[in-house]
């Protein structure tokens, strides 16, 4: 009994396990563990859909949980992970959406944005300091003004 | 001259308050774009839940047809039930996949229900469903003649949705009339 305790010990740690949503994936280093673990993170439940695989409890998400688990263990790559995703669930399933024609808005949008702004910013700013000096005809109205005020001002 | 330039920012906010808005109302949470739409049915071997007989995606073909994802266990899939008879009562060619359920207990559900179903494949594990992006039972690929897939509705099917798609529905390409054969599709080759 305590040599079969001590192989199922041995074994667990021989191997690295993730635990993700109460389900044990055995992997055999701790690099894949991470991979999976991120990539769990990363993909998106299709049917609640403010979760992510890891997170959710929906049957589906425990489906292509085990699905990323089964791809990774016949050694692809993450893209071709999430690239096998979304050929079925569609751009949805990421959450970290490709830069691609659909998601160039999404990705450069803000950038512009600021760049707008910048440039918005920086031209009022400097149009209100230039001040441009009077024209003969606008000094001559200032001078009949200011003759006019001080006439007023002492009778 | 310059003047017109205050009016930039209003512009921007205009035009970013009608994109912005114009996604808001198009927006359905609960029906995501598959992806699968317009490519070939995915290639499956599966038994057929009534009978001791191998299907493939090879018998999706010939005349258009409805492939419905249905489960005993699915609520909305009893809803739809009726309704679904009532269009293969009509001649509508449906074929069934029974997802993530138990053969015997569909058998069951299609005695005590009616059958509207040609063949129902059955896919216990889900395998097939996974390959069509299924996330929810009821769903409803409409499949043409060729075996392509041409639209997709998640969620039950209704007289009110129907009338959506039976126009597209009844123009897809069908091949019933001239079954394939090796020779039609030489012939059709060249």
Redesign the interface.
């Known amino acids: 009994m305590k040599i079969i305790l001590a192989l199922c010990l041995s074994l667990f740690s021989l191997s690295s396990l993730a635990v993700v949503n109460g389900h044990l994936y055995p992997f055999d280093n701790d690099v894949d563990k991470k991979r999976f673990e991120v990539l769990a993170e990363e993909l998106r439940c299709?049917?609640c859909?403010n979760q992510n695989l890891a997170d959710s409890n929906a049957?589906?998400a425990a489906?292509?949980r085990d699905?990323v688990y089964e791809l990774m263990i016949e050694g692809q790559s993450d893209d071709e992970i999430t690239n096998y995703l979304?050929?079925?669930?569609?751009?949805?399933v990421r959450y970290n959406p490709a830069v691609q024609k659909n998601t160039f808005f999404l990705w450069f949008g803000p950038g512009v944005m600021v760049f707008?702004a910048i440039f918005?910013i920086v031209?009022i700013s400097r149009?209100g300091k230039k001040s441009q000096p009077l024209s003969e005809e606008e000094r001559a109205k200032l001078a009949e003004l200011k003759a006019a005020r001080s006439e007023k001002q002492d009778p | 001259m310059k003047r017109i330039f205050l009016f930039v920012p209003l512009i921007l906010f205009v035009v970013m308050a009608a994109f912005l808005g114009g996604g808001i109302g198009r927006e359905n949470k609960d029906v995501l774009p598959s992806p699968l739409i317009d490519k070939p049915f995915p290639q499956f071997i599966l038994q057929q839940v009534e009978a001791e007989k191998q299907l493939t995606q090879s018998d999706l073909q010939g005349k258009p047809m409805l492939v419905n994802v249905w489960a005993t266990w699915c609520p909305t899939c009893k809803a739809e039930h009726e309704f679904l008879n009532t269009l293969a009562a009509q001649g509508v060619r449906i074929i069934g996949i029974n997802y993530k359920d138990d053969d015997e207990e569909a058998k069951v559900w299609l005695r005590d229900y009616g059958n509207p179903y040609e063949f129902n494949i059955s896919d216990p594990k889900g395998k097939l469903g996974l390959e069509l992006g299924v996330y929810g039972a009821p769903e409803t690929f409409f499949v043409d003649g060729d075996g392509i897939i041409r639209a997709k509705h998640v969620g039950d099917l209704n007289q009110r949705i129907w009338d959506k798609y039976k126009t597209k529905f009844e123009q897809l390409a069908d091949h019933s009339a001239a079954p394939l054969t090796d020779n039609a599709s030489e012939m059709e080759v060249k």
């Open positions: 299709p049917k859909q049957p589906v489906d292509l699905k979304v050929a079925r669930y569609g751009d949805f707008i918005v031209s149009g």
